[in-house]
């Protein structure tokens, strides 16, 4: 076995039918919460829990419900 390319296993798991709002570009999973997501998470005590986005382009954060 040779070496790994590295570039060639890693699989961005990309949103199927969610863009950003900002750019329009394809939003990733992120394992990174938001104070916001939290929140909801908080007063919803666990029932909600929100997925975490982020933008591929521009790095913005999404919170999907
Ligand atoms: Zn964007």
Redesign the pocket.
Known sequence: MGLLDLDKIIIKRTVIGI???????N?LTTKRKSIAGRFIKGISLGAIKPAYYE??????RFVLL
Do not use: A, P, V
């Not at 863009?19 to 570009?25: A, P, V």
């Not at 933008?55 to 913005?60: A, L, Q, T, Y």
């Open positions: 863009r950003c709002t900002s750019c329009g570009g939003l933008c591929e382009n521009c790095k913005k």
